[in-house]
T-cell receptor, first 117, second 112 residues
Framework: DAGITQSPRHKVTETGTPVTLRCHQTENHRYMYWYRQDPGHGLRLIHYSYGVKDTDKGEVSDGYSVSRSKTEDFLLTLESATSSQTSVYFC????????????????FGAGTRLSVL | DAKTTQPTSMDCAEGRAANLPCNHSTISGNEYVYWYRQIHSQGPQYIIHGLKNNETNEMASLIITEDRKSSTLILPHATLRDTAVYYCIVRGDTGTASKLTFGTGTRLQVTL
């Protein structure tokens, strides 16, 4: 998984509980991404980061926040989890140092399966 | 980004070539075609990308038509481990990061 570790791998929580998912990379890649995957929807981008403390919203960012205080770590927080946030969450990384198009080659973690009851 | 259209599912016998088509008729001149795949319960995996020339690597070959409106990913000798969902994505060198759009892809089933 290209030096990407997601934690936890599985989590069950209750509605209204805050949840933080962690993505840790050892590749020193500049860009990091959080996706969610639900049946029938493919992968949808939640938030992404283009550097330390630089983040932006993806297509399904409502209810989620992110932080990146170090190059290697990208945190996804559900401030108050809802059942609609039950999903599989994937972290990805990419790097522009190989040229502009290299950033389109993303490497993915193994995923976190989150259930909100 | 250009929209892509892929068949929902395909079957292939083990040892045979798997040819996965993708239509991207609205592709613009500076956009590349990327292929990823996702094996069940794993994160997506990059396979190959190209602009207009055919490309080959250790995993697959990519054939892009001369008008660039469609492409075909070829797995020359499919194995059971190639059973996965394959995503065709069109993307250029725009923006500060790569916001890839994954559709629902083609589910390839390789059988004995």
């Amino acid at each position: 998984d290209a030096g990407i570790t997601q934690s936890p791998r599985h989590k069950v929580t209750e509605t209204g509980t805050p949840v933080t998912l962690r993505c840790h990379q050892t590749e020193n890649h500049r860009y990091m991404y959080w996706y969610r995957q639900d049946p029938g929807h493919g992968l949808r981008l939640i938030h992404y980061s283009y550097g330390v403390k630089d983040t932006d919203k993806g297509e399904v960012s409502d209810g989620y926040s992110v932080s990146r205080s170090k190059t290697e770590d990208f945190l996804l927080t559900l401030e108050s989890a809802t059942s609609s946030q039950t999903s599989v969450y994937f972290c990805a990384i990419s790097d522009p140092r190989g040229g502009g198009l290299a950033k389109n080659i993303q490497y993915f973690g193994a995923g976190t399966r989150l259930s909100v009851l | 980004d250009a929209k892509t259209t892929q068949p929902t599912s395909m079957d292939c016998a083990e040892g045979r070539a798997a040819n996965l088509p993708c239509n991207h008729s609205t592709i613009s001149g500076n956009e590349y075609v990327y292929w990823y795949r996702q094996i069940h319960s794993q994160g997506p995996q990059y396979i190959i990308h190209g602009l207009k020339n055919n490309e080959t690597n250790e995993m697959a070959s990519l054939i892009i038509t001369e008008d660039r409106k469609s492409s075909t990913l070829i797995l020359p000798h499919a194995t059971l481990r190639d059973t996965a969902v394959y995503y065709c994505i069109v993307r250029g060198d725009t923006g500060t990061a790569s916001k890839l759009t994954f559709g629902t892809g083609t589910r390839l089933q390789v059988t004995l």
